[in-house]
Nanobody
């Protein structure tokens, strides 16, 4: 069974930085894409950034100057470095992966449980 486990969330002051991580584990054949989404209270979940297995990145325009996604394929781990954080960045950050399990030809989407990021003084 595949699991995505996020870590690194917490409380940070405005203007501060935080890095969240997400590790995929289990019977994984290949991960074609990993991504970060976020959901603020009362709002819909939105894409922050995604990265493919060969390093192609797609980032939301409103966040690309402050947030950087990266990936360690050997560790099946994706990172999100967040700088110059603002109170409006407060949200639950979710990891997402599109992958195929060993012995399977099809691809499925998996989600992590989410990690809370709170930006407040």
């Amino acid at each position: 069974q595949v699991q995505l486990v996020e870590s690194g969330g917490g409380l940070v002051q405005p203007g501060g930085s935080l890095r969240v991580s997400c590790a995929a584990s289990g019977s994984i054949r290949i991960i074609v894409l990993m991504a970060w989404y976020r959901q603020a209270p009362g709002k819909e979940r939105e894409l922050v950034a995604s990265i493919t297995s060969n390093g192609n990145i797609n980032s939301e325009d409103s966040m690309k100057e402050r947030f950087t996604i990266s990936r360690d394929n050997a560790k099946n781990t994706v990172y999100l470095q967040m700088n110059s954080l603002k109170p409006e960045d407060t949200a639950v950050y979710y990891c997402n992966a599109i992958l195929s399990e060993r012995g399977c030809a099809t691809f499925r989407t998996y989600w992590g449980q989410g990690t809370q990021v709170t930006v407040s003084s």
